[in-house]
């Protein structure tokens, strides 16, 4: 009976991992490329443009927010598009969604 439970435990876990993840988890699918440097299919999260600023190439299906701070905190100020360009101001940075 303990083996069935634990088996039912872990398969209501491994569903919940499958449906209840919100889709914002998984990485946007294309290229993204920041002053050059290519990343495929980037993982969602903060990526700060560096004290120089940043040119972006979004050749994701993913919009970009553009935030004035290194900490995605101040802004958004701006987005970049789904398969468009822009870029980033020194010190700021962009968030994948």
Known sequence: MRRTLISLGSLAAAGMLAFGVPQSAFAASGTLFVNGAAYENPGPGCYAAGEEGAEVNNRTD???????????QEGPVGMIDAFAAGSVEPGGSIRIS
């Not at 993913?62 to 995605?72: I, K, R, T, W, Y």
Request: aromatic share 10%; glycine share 0%.
């Open 62 to 72: 993913a919009n970009l927010e553009v935030f004035a701070d290194s900490a995605c």
